[in-house]
Each structure stands twice: as structure tokens, then as C-alpha cells.
């Protein structure tokens, strides 16, 4: 590390941090930002990024510290990324940080996208401000993962989640799969839905679930986006997808041979995607780059065995998240986490990375990335 960060330093980037983690799922397509305005030792305002066209962190920052009286001039500003320099939803922060007299900026990360990296930076340096950037780089880059893919791919990061049985299985032959993991577990699982723009599944697990897809915390239920790939539109119009409160947050993603008449009930509806076919299957690179387009930077697919296994042969998963669950289910037509015909040599087989691992009290919780 280098040696110009000091303790107080780490302590006020660690707090930015902490600040950003508070729009968990609230910013999209923007990335979570946290800042923390400091003169000599005293914090001065605090703010972070709400939502996408509202103030971004350092203007709440500056907004925070005046609402408590204190004057900008001379101090520090510790942010989780890279002030923007140009004008998008809102005016560039680079211009109120100078105006302000802001005298130091200690960065996390820089911007990702390539035509604006190091731009902001290069901008306050060249105006007098010290900039140190660099500082917890990794987590800041790991917190605004989705939107550090999306915004240089146009497509969403994708992460498979799954519980499993410790011999691999997600449910028996006849779909029962409640409960494989505790509840701390499935708390966990809220969190990660949370930190997603939408969630994938496709029509199996409609059919033996009939899930919901809602994010439940704190006596309260929300939901993002909730994608069905279903080629042949046979989802029942009972669906709870279809009938509950936010049945205007699913999209079902159909393929060319569709009945027309299923189709245009469902749109009656909810929104449906006339997806192109690889195979007698939805193209599934058709539809990240369509959820891309209107904004989504991370994708949870919750998908049975076949979803997952058309992710990874294609090579569109980035991310695995997989709880393990202290059962043996065994036999042969219990239902698998990842299906499909398989890899036919360990050589195509996917390969793993960055291994991450957490126990919720007797099940083990793994997460990795896809090489």
C-alpha cells in the first residue's frame, strides 16, 4: 500500500464505503458511490448516491456540510469512485468540488468507462487539487461489479444462484426442494436479489414453484425486474408472476414459435420479448443485450438445472452464488443444479476463480467467479 495514505485516511475511505452499501439496489444504472468531506480530522457532511438523477455522493456531501454550517474550503473529500467531469442527468461534480475549494480528493477507484477514466481526476489535479487514488481500489470495484461490466460490455454481469444438496441436487424427482437451506440462508438470498436489477428463471421453475421473486426484509416487499424465458408461452395466467402487486416488473421472454393467442394474453398481462430461437431455444445472449439496453447492469438467474446449463455452455455467467445445504438427496432423477447434456472433457469444462466462502450457521455458502 502506499505510504501516502494514512490511518485517518483508511478510516474516512472505509466510512465512504459503508455509505455507498446504503442504496443497495436503489441506484441502477448508476453504480453505488459513497462520500465523506473531512478538514483536519472533523467530518464536516457525508453523503452517498440515492438514485439514478439525484445528486450523486459529493454533491450530498457539500450539501450535508453546509446544512451543518461548516465551510468546504481547504478540506478533503474521500469518495468510493471518480468524480464525473461531464454533464449527464446532473452537472459534472468536478466543477461544485472546485467551485467549493475542496483542496484534497482520495479516491477508491477510478471511473471504468474508458472515455472517462482518469478524466475527472486529471481535471482537479490540473487545477491545484491533490489526488490520491487507489486506496481500497478492489472493494470499491468489487461493490459496483455489475455496473463496472456493464457500462463497458452493454450487458448485465450474471450471476447463478443456486441451493444445492451436498451430492449436488436442487430438489427431488418431484420438485420438492423446501427447504434445502436454513433461514439464514435464504436471508442472504434476499440480499443478493436485492443487489440485482432483476432476477432470471425459466418456465420450470414456474411450473413446480410458482414463485414470486420478491425481495422480503424488514416486514416489507419489494421487487425488481423478474425475467421468464419460456419459449412456447405456457405459463399459466395464474401465475403469481403474472396476478401479484408487481406483476408490471416481469417480462416473459418468448421465442418465434409461440402461439399468438398465448402471447397476446399474456401481454394483456405483463410485457412480453419476442426473443430469436438457437436450437428450438431462446437465444439467451439476445436477451442480456436487450436487458443491457434498458439499463439493467446485473442479472441473479434462479433458474433449474437446464438455465443454468445454457448460461455456462455458452460461456454468459460471471459469477456463481451457491449455498450447500447439510442433506444427501441421491437418486438419479432427483432434480440437478446444473442439467443439460454436460461437458464432454474437463478441458471445456467452465473454470473458477476468487473463491469465497461463508458458513449461515450448518450450510455453507460458496461464491466464485467464472474464468
Known amino acids: 500500500m502506499s505510504p501516502r495514505f494514512t490511518d485517518p485516511d483508511r478510516r474516512f475511505l472505509r466510512r465512504a464505503l459503508q455509505l455507498a452499501r446504503r442504496a443497495l439496489g436503489d441506484t441502477s444504472p448508476n453504480p453505488l458511490v459513497g462520500a ?10 457525508e453523503g452517498w448516491h440515492h438514485r439514478a438523477g439525484q445528486p450523486h455522493a459529493e454533491i450530498e456531501a ?3 456540510a453546509a446544512r451543518n454550517g461548516h465551510d468546504p474550503r481547504g478540506a478533503t473529500l ?16 468536478t466543477s461544485a468540488l472546485l467551485k467549493a475549494g475542496v483542496q484534497r480528493v482520495v479516491v477508491a477507484a ?17 487545477r491545484g487539487v491533490r489526488v490520491d487514488a487507489g486506496l481500497f481500489a478492489a ?8 455496473f463496472n461490466h456493464w457500462i463497458v460490455q452493454h450487458t448485465p454481469r450474471v450471476t447463478l444462484k443456486a441451493a444445492f444438496t451436498l451430492d449436488g441436487k436442487i430438489a427431488t424427482e418431484s420438485g420438492d426442494s423446501k427447504w434445502i437451506t436454513n433461514e439464514k440462508s435464504r436471508a442472504h438470498v434476499m440480499r443478493l436479489r ?37 419459449t412456447r408461452a405456457r405459463i399459466p395466467l395464474t401465475a403469481r408472476l403474472l396476478t401479484d402487486a408487481f406483476a408490471a416488473n416481469t417480462v416473459i421472454v418468448v421465442g418465434a414459435g409461440a ?11 405483463v410485457t412480453v420479448w419476442r426473443a430469436p430461437e438457437w436450437e428450438g431455444r431462446i437465444d439467451l445472449a439476445w436477451v442480456l443485450r436487450e436487458l443491457g439496453r434498458i439499463g439493467v447492469t446485473s442479472l441473479l438467474v434462479e433458474g433449474g438445472g437446464e438455465v443454468h446449463a445454457s448460461f455456462l455452455v455458452h460461456r454468459l455467467a460471471h459469477c456463481v452464488a451457491f449455498f450447500y445445504g447439510p442433506k444427501v438427496l441421491g437418486g438419479s432423477r432427483s432434480r440437478r443444479g446444473v442439467a443439460g447434456e454436460g461437458f464432454q472433457s474437463l478441458e471445456d469444462a467452465p473454470r473458477l476463480a476468487n473463491l469465497r466462502s461463508r458458513r449461515f450457521g ?3 455458502f460458496l461464491e466464485a467467479d467464472l474464468v
Open 36 to 45: 465523506v468531506l473531512v478538514r483536519r480530522g472533523r467530518v464536516l457532511g
Open 78 to 93: 474521500y469518495i468510493t469512485l471518480e468524480p464525473c467531469s461531464t454533464h449527464g442527468r446532473t452537472p459534472p461534480c
Open 110 to 126: 477510478t471511473d471504468p468507462n474508458p472515455r472517462h477514466a482518469g478524466r475527472g481526476l486529471k481535471l482537479l489535479a490540473d
Open 139 to 146: 472493494e470499491a470495484l468489487l461493490l459496483n461489479a455489475g
Open 62 to 64: 457539500l450539501a450535508d
Open 362 to 364: 450448518s450450510d455453507l
Open 194 to 230: 436485492q443487489a440485482h436489477d432483476a432476477i432470471l428463471i425459466g418456465l420450470n421453475t414456474v411450473l413446480a414453484d410458482d414463485p414470486a421473486l420478491t425481495i422480503r426484509r424488514a416486514r416489507t416487499e419489494r421487487c425488481h425486474r423478474r425475467i421468464v424465458v419460456d
Open 259 to 269: 402461439a399468438v393467442r398465448r402471447v397476446q394474453a399474456l401481454e394483456r398481462r
